[in-house]
């Protein structure tokens, strides 16, 4: 078959109708439902016991921001004014070859991962100061009480030991006793998502959902009548292993690779983490059926970073950087201008799924909270993909539009940058100043 044949085919299974955005917006809303009311779903939809900020929270916290292969640590200050002063900022990484670590795989346990973080944070906490603690932890918990979350499972492809079914609070407690921080208190745990919504819905209005469009992915939205407490709640849907979405054979191919197969479908369909593995699946099939040159690092997990991906998405006229991504990445380096077309189409349509099932999501959520659609909506986001992908935002917006094409612009959405650790000292705040 030619270049031309398969294109067609691939363009075929990567593109979703206005119509099926409508059905996975439908189905997304009754697994919120059901989510809601403790029936099996694949939305585990988790109570986050907060609810939105007043602006009135005041006082120096220290806020921890983990979720990804860095953890950034905060030091900030509450005016009770609806202002926020970032005094210090330092991000760490986790996995470091030339200092010989890396606290996110099997070989390192909890003691070493939450001992890691306590130290960080005694580099930025004043000796013998009081803090409230909010901790960002951006994986699946379930939630007892603000400041009680166990760990139901790592994803994102985290491993370290010892921290599965564990209470978070517990592990840091722990950790910030032996680092001799006794005047560092964790008061609030929570999701990065709920962490977004509370930074941008310190300062603007409306904000009725956020959401991460990075490495992982994940939305929470405010439930106006939360069943447990009858009043507002910001509930974490863990929206990442909602399953309610076609799978193509890439997609298949890439949750058989990943390490928890059947899991976080959506998550595997639009995240950073794993765009560049769909798209090396749907690139490995052109090679396979000989319209793209074989190349055994087809076969390699992670070849393609995000920011391979923005080069080639950005690329234009001859596009030499899509042929310095295929050449550097692939050991491909002579391929026709066809060629390097098909790829870059390839990257698009990929990404560009990305964006409208996301605006999927987005879109049933809208319909749980104002079935009439009588309200403006907006999404708060964070993430590398919103904020720099090429067109992942206007997309993204494109498809909110196709959903609701009477009232263009009522779902929108706006970048909430840094939106988790801003969060997590809002929350300190809130819990540090409760009576
Ligand atoms: C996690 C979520 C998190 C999201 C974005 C997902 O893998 O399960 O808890 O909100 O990533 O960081």
């Known amino acids: 078959m030619t270049l031309d044949i398969q294109l067609t085919k691939i363009r075929q299974e990567l593109t979703l109708s206005a119509e099926a955005l409508a059905d996975i917006a439908t189905s997304f809303r009754k697994a919120m439902v059901e989510g809601l009311a403790g029936q099996p779903s694949s939305l585990k939809m988790l109570p986050s016991f907060i609810g939105l900020p007043n602006g009135r929270e005041k006082g120096s916290v220290i806020a921890i921001d983990f979720g990804g292969t860095n953890v950034r640590v905060i030091e900030a200050e509450l005016d009770g004014a609806a202002k926020i002063e970032v005094r210090q900022m330092k991000r760490f990484p986790l996995i470091d070859a030339a200092a010989g670590y890396n606290h996110t795989n099997q070989e390192a346990d909890a003691s070493q991962l939450f001992g890691f973080i306590a130290a960080r944070v005694a580099e930025i906490a004043k000796p013998g100061a009081s803090y409230p603690l909010g901790h960002t932890f951006s994986f699946p918990c379930e939630q007892l009480g603000i400041n009680q979350a166990r760990l139901i499972h790592w994803t994102k492809e985290f491993r370290t030991r010892g921290v599965e079914g564990q209470d978070i609070g517990a592990l840091l407690g722990a950790a910030l006793a032996k680092a001799g921080l006794a005047g ?49 709640m910001i509930v974490n849907m863990e929206s990442g292993n909602f399953d309610g979405v076609p799978q193509t054979r890439f997609d298949v191919a890439v949750d058989r690779e990943s390490e928890r197969p059947g899991a976080q479908r959506l998550e595997k369909m639009v995240s950073g983490y794993y765009l560049g593995e769909v798209a090396r699946q749907v690139l490995s099939t052109l090679a396979v059926e000989g319209v793209l040159p074989a190349s055994e690092a087809f076969g390699r997990k992670q070849v393609l970073k995000g920011i391979d991906l923005d080069r080639i998405l950005a690329d234009t006229g001859a596009l030499a950087q899509t042929a310095e991504v295929m050449q550097r990445c692939f050991g491909l380096g002579s391929l026709s201008a066809a060629q390097l077309s098909a790829v870059q189409e390839v990257l698009r349509l990929v990404a560009r799924r990305s964006a409208r099932l996301v605006a999927a999501s987005f879109q049933g959520t809208a319909l749980h909270i104002d079935p009439q659609g009588a309200q403006a909506h907006k999404v708060a986001i964070d993430g590398s993909l919103y904020e720099k992908m090429p067109n992942y935002a206007l997309w993204l917006q494109e498809a909110l539009d196709e959903m609701n094409p009477a009232s263009r612009g009522r779902l929108s959405t706006v970048l909430a940058k840094d939106g988790s650790g801003i969060g997590a000292a809002i929350a300190a705040a809130t819990v540090g100043m409760a009576p």
């Open 184 to 232: 560092v208190k964790g008061v609030a745990i929570i999701n990065d998502t709920v962490g977004t919504q509370l930074a941008a819905a310190y300062s603007q209005r409306n904000i009725d959902m956020a959401s991460i469009c990075g490495t992982g992915h994940n939305t929470c939205y405010l439930e106006p009548r939360h069943p447990l407490s009858g009043k507002p």
